[in-house]
């Protein structure tokens, strides 16, 4: 999937401290290191491990910090030819400490850069985009930037890390609106259910609110809240930037198709392995093998659902099937034409129930063996492709 980000890049300068220092105190670095940063730009780096096309818009300086910004965007696989650059500003700086004692962290954050204004988002071609995810920060511009995603037909999302004057106003309009621990305490929500509870919501639209070691909570289509506990690694490497992987799992399972639930809880996969390694490099490494795509109970029985796997050979539109406890997954593609076999989302079987058939063609295909029984592709069979069950989830994929 193709996604564009419309945020802020920064230097971020991370030090490492036994313990958060008192005021007018003199510590030693445990460790120093220098990265890219920005929300919106740490969410595509995620996303590009996870198989996205990663494309970031936002303003840059004409400094040297901001080609080193550019030179380590390009090697993570990002494109940034939708940046403005503006020659009189300078490249925003955060200067991170960071607690191995408590795993928090303080930013103090430097900024002389214009933001993005709507008449440069404009400008960014959208025509290919999947996705587009957007920082809350400059609420007056913001406004018509989403409205102008939402004309274009294209889904999105809002990330919303902070009270901003005005930024409730937006909330009707992203497809998943995220929000931080940090906003819902700054509104006076003791947690994150009370939060969602409290926001409107409009129809087919996805809330969700992470809250750290507690895990994350979400509201859907059905105004059900689902939550998902968290899953820290063995030992906590760097908790910097958790919040935007967790963004970048959630909206991989999204744009996969995995259920709510199953979003929810790749998020806190994807946020837990970013915990467990220095900066951003290895979070799609210390995943594990086959994504948890949906809960047994979430498929009918007889039923099937659709989604995208990422497999050893690629991206890969796929289908599951349940027969009983059993769970058949296969390419979503014909063996006559290559072309996909649903009705519509997510209905691959007959009106039976009994088998799957191409919608194209007509084509009947046994569920548990993929063999085809009827049509024109007979004697041939779907690709199947790797599933399990285990502790109630459908795990697909490799692995």
Same mark, same amino acid.
């Given at each position: 999937?193709?996604?564009?980000?419309?945020?802020?890049? !920064?230097?971020?300068? *991370?030090?490492?401290?036994?313990?958060?220092?008192?005021?007018?105190?003199?510590?030693?670095?445990?460790?120093?290191?220098?990265?890219?940063?920005? @929300?919106?730009? @740490?969410?595509?780096?995620?996303?590009?491990?996870?198989?996205?096309?990663?494309?970031?818009?936002?303003?840059?300086?004409?400094?040297?910090?901001?080609?080193?910004?550019?030179?380590?965007?390009?090697?993570?696989?990002?494109?940034?030819?939708?940046?403005?650059?503006?020659?009189?500003?300078?490249?925003?700086?955060?200067?991170?400490?960071?607690?191995?004692?408590?795993?928090?962290? !303080?930013?103090?954050?430097?900024?002389?850069?214009?933001?993005?204004?709507?008449?440069?988002?404009?400008?960014?071609?959208?025509?290919?985009?999947?996705?587009?995810?957007?920082?809350?920060? @400059?609420?007056?511009?913001?406004?018509?930037?989403?409205?102008? *995603?939402?004309?274009?037909?294209?889904?999105?999302?809002?990330?919303?890390?902070?009270?901003?004057?005005?930024?409730?106003?937006?909330?009707?309009?992203?497809?998943?609106?995220?929000?931080?621990?940090?906003?819902?305490?700054?509104?006076? +929500?003791? !947690?994150?259910?009370? =939060?969602?509870?409290?926001?409107?919501?409009?129809?087919?639209?996805?809330?969700?609110?992470?809250?750290?070691?507690?895990?994350?909570?979400?509201?859907?289509?059905?105004?059900?809240?689902?939550?998902?506990?968290?899953?820290?690694?063995?030992?906590?490497?760097?908790?910097?930037?958790?919040?935007?992987?967790?963004?970048?799992?959630?909206?991989?399972?999204? =744009?996969?198709?995995?259920?709510?639930?199953?979003?929810?809880?790749?998020?806190?996969?994807?946020?837990?392995?970013?915990?467990?390694?220095?900066?951003?490099?290895?979070?799609?490494?210390?995943?594990?093998?086959?994504?948890?795509?949906?809960?047994?109970?979430? =498929?009918?029985?007889?039923?099937?659902?659709?989604?995208?796997?990422?497999?050893?050979?690629?991206?890969?539109?796929?289908?599951?099937?349940?027969? $009983?406890?059993? *769970?058949?997954?296969?390419?979503?593609?014909?063996?006559?034409?290559?072309?996909?076999?649903?009705?519509?989302?997510?209905?691959?079987?007959?009106?039976?129930?009994?088998?799957?058939?191409?919608?194209? +063609?007509?084509?009947?295909?046994?569920?548990?063996? $993929?063999?085809?029984?009827?049509?024109?592709?007979?004697?041939?069979?779907?690709?199947?492709?790797? *599933?399990?069950? +285990?502790?109630?989830?459908?795990?697909?994929?490799?692995?």
């Amino acid at each position: 999937m193709r996604v564009l980000a419309v945020g802020v890049a !920064t230097l971020d300068i *991370v030090d490492l401290v036994e313990r958060y220092p008192p005021e007018d105190a003199e510590v030693r670095a445990l460790a120093r290191a220098e990265r890219r940063g920005g @929300n919106a730009a @740490n969410t595509l780096a995620v996303l590009a491990q996870l198989g996205h096309e990663a494309r970031w818009a936002g303003t840059v300086a004409d400094d040297a910090d901001a080609r080193r910004l550019l030179e380590r965007a390009a090697r993570e696989g990002i494109d940034t030819t939708a940046r403005v650059t503006h020659r009189d500003g300078c490249t925003p700086v955060s200067h991170v400490i960071a607690s191995r004692a408590t795993s928090s962290r !303080t930013i103090v954050h430097y900024r002389q850069l214009p933001e993005l204004e709507a008449a440069d988002f404009a400008r960014v071609p959208l025509q290919g985009v999947d996705w587009v995810h957007f920082e809350g920060r @400059n609420v007056p511009a913001l406004g018509a930037m989403l409205e102008r *995603v939402r004309d274009f037909g294209t889904r999105c999302s809002l990330e919303v890390e902070k009270p901003r004057d005005g930024i409730e106003a937006l909330f009707p309009l992203p497809d998943v609106l995220l929000c931080a621990r940090h906003y819902a305490l700054a509104r006076g +929500h003791a !947690t994150a259910a009370d =939060l969602l509870a409290a926001l409107p919501r409009r129809a087919s639209q996805l809330l969700c609110c992470a809250w750290g070691a507690d895990g994350a909570w979400a509201v859907g289509e059905d105004g059900a809240l689902h939550h998902s506990p968290s899953f820290p690694p063995p030992s906590i490497a760097d908790t910097v930037g958790a919040g935007d992987a967790f963004n970048a799992g959630f909206l991989d399972g999204v =744009l996969r198709g995995f259920t709510l639930p199953a979003a929810l809880r790749h998020a806190c996969v994807v946020a837990g392995a970013k915990c467990g390694t220095e900066g951003f490099a290895g979070v799609g490494a210390l995943l594990p093998g086959g994504a948890a795509v949906c809960r047994l109970e979430d =498929l009918d029985d007889p039923g099937s659902r659709g989604l995208q796997v990422r497999l050893r050979d690629g991206e890969t539109p796929c289908f599951v099937v349940r027969v $009983g406890t059993v *769970v058949h997954a296969y390419r979503n593609a014909c063996p006559h034409t290559g072309a996909p076999l649903e009705w519509r989302p997510h209905q691959f079987l007959d009106g039976s129930g009994e088998l799957v058939q191409c919608a194209l +063609h007509g084509a009947l295909f046994a569920r548990d063996t $993929g063999q085809c029984l009827h049509g024109p592709c007979a004697g041939r069979a779907l690709t199947p492709v790797p *599933v399990d069950v +285990h502790d109630g989830w459908v795990r697909v994929g490799d692995g």
